[in-house]
C-alpha cells in the first residue's frame, strides 16, 4: 500500500494538534486531533480558504452553543435543536465544508452546563481551533504539493495510452473488447488530468518571474488536456467505425494511417519538447509527410465523389473520422506554438521531477 503525501500529512497534524493540547494542558486535547482531521487540505491555497471557514464555522457553533445552554440548558433534544440551527445558518452562509466541525464545536461545548460553563466553552473553542491551526502549519510546512508534476505524468501517460491505441488501430491489430475497457480508463483519466489542473491553478508563486511562466505553463497544459481529449475522440471514432475503416479503399486506408502517424509523432515529440528532452524546434523529417487538412479534406471528397451510393451511412462514418482526424490535428498544431512561444520566452526552464511520483 502507497501512503500519499495527504495521508501522512493527516498523521503528523494529529501528532502536533495533540500535541499542543497536552502542552498547554488542555483538559481535552482530542478535540484538537479531530479539529486537524477536519482542516487538512491537498493544496496549501485551500488549506488558507479552510481554515478562513473553520474558524467562522466554529464561532457560529461556539456561539449558538453558549446561547442554547445559557437559554435552555444542554437537554439532549435542545442539543438536537441547535445542530439544526447550526447547520441551517451554515448552509446560508456557504459554508457548507464547514458544517462537521461545526457540529463537534457544538456538541463538545453543550457537554456541560454550570457556573463555570463560559469558561468551560471558551476552552472547549480554543482547543477545536489549535486542531485547526495545527492543519493549516502542517500544511504550509511538510511536504508541499508538487501538482505540476502529478499533472505532466498524467498528461503524458494519458496521451501515451491513446496514441498507442491509435497505432493500433490503423493497423488494425489490437483486441476490440481489451480497447472498450481501455477507452472507459482513459476518460477516467482525462478526468482527473482535469483535476490535478485545477490544483496546480490553485498553486500561488510568489515572485513575478514565476507568476508570469506559471502563467503560461497554464495555458500550455489547458491545450494538452484539449489535445489529449481530441486524441482520445479520434480513437473512439476509430473503434466505433472499424468496420467502415475495413471497407475503405486501400489507397484512402493508407492515407488515413499516414496522416495519423505523422500526428502522434508530432504530439509525442511535442511532449518531450516541452520539457527538453530533444532539440528546440525538433526536425520535420517525419512531420513534412503529412496531409493538412484542406489536403485530408480534399483526398476525402475525391473518395466521396468515387462513392456510388451517397445514401449509405459508410460515407457519414468515415466523414466523422476524417472530422475526428482533421480537429485533433488543429489541436495539436495549436499546441506546437504555444510551446515554441514559451521556449522564447523560457530557456529550459520547465523542470520535471520523476523522482516525485
Known sequence: MKLGARILKTGIAIVLSLYLGQLLHSPSPVFAGIAAIFAIQPTIYRSYLTIIEQIQGNIIGALLAVIFVLLLGNHIIVIGLAAIIVIGINLKLKLENTIGLSLVTLISIMEKSGGDFIPFAGIRFSTIMIGVFSAFIVNLVFMPPKYENKLYFSV???????????????????DHNLLKTDIDKLKE??????????????????FKKNSLEKSRKLVIYRQMHSAAKKALVTLKKLHRFENELLHLPEKFQLSIQEQLDCLIYHHEQLMLRFIGKIPNPPGDTESSNCLNNKELFDLFLLYQQAFTDHDNPHLYHTMQI????????????????????????????????????
Open 156 to 174: 503524458t501517460n494519458t496521451t501515451e495510452e491513446i496514441i498507442r491505441w491509435i497505432r493500433l488501430s490503423t493497423r488494425h491489430d489490437f
Open 189 to 206: 483519466n482525462i478526468i482527473q488530468m482535469s483535476q490535478f489542473y485545477s490544483m496546480y491553478k490553485e498553486e500561488h508563486s510568489y
Open 322 to 357: 476524417v472530422a475526428s482526424i482533421i480537429d485533433y490535428g488543429e489541436q495539436v498544431e495549436h499546441l506546437d506554438t504555444l510551446i515554441t512561444s514559451f521556449h522564447s520566452y523560457h530557456h529550459n526552464e520547465v523542470s520535471i521531477d520523476e523522482k516525485s511520483m
